[in-house]
């Protein structure tokens, strides 16, 4: 995993992957003058497809949170009143199938979080999924 441009090597458990962000979407005048949707990745953990191997499997779970000076989604929650140029704070998840040598790329959109393929063993994974 590259993560701010440094290389990580995390054990997952599972079939799957799954990724998890903290994300604060803007809008009307913060739209207008160029805010981007915002995001803090907070979690990446292994998982299951099936259910029972899931509530009984190994987990694992990885904090991906840094500690930063100026948590603007904690503010944007605590005074969303104050803050009329907020739309939603929220969190989203993204998650697709772990194989070996899969590669895929995560960003956000204004949606919440996104995973796209970004190799062919990851492709091919995806067109397997079940």
Do not use: C
């Not at 990580?8 to 990724?19: C, F, K, N, P």
């Not at 969303?80 to 895929?104: E, K, N, R």
């Not at 960003?107 to 393929?117: D, E, I, Q």
Request: hydrophobic letters at 40%; a positive charge; proline letters at 2%.
């Amino acid at each position: 995993m590259t993560l701010k441009n440094r290389d990580a090597i995390l054990d997952l458990r599972g079939d799957e992957w799954q990724m998890d962000a903290r994300v604060l979407k803007w809008r009307g005048m913060a739209i207008l003058v160029g805010f981007d949707t915002l995001y803090r990745l907070d979690r990446l953990s292994g998982r299951y497809r099936d259910i029972t191997q899931e509530r009984t499997g190994l987990r694992t779970v990885h904090n991906l949170s840094e500690e930063q000076g100026l948590d603007l989604w904690m503010i944007a929650r605590r005074y969303a009143h104050w803050i009329p140029w907020v739309d939603a704070v929220y969190g989203s998840a993204t998650y697709m199938p772990m194989v070996g040598g899969a590669s895929y790329t995560v960003s956000v959109s204004s949606t919440g979080l996104l995973s796209r393929p970004s190799n062919d063993i990851a492709r091919k994974a995806i067109g397997e999924w079940r």
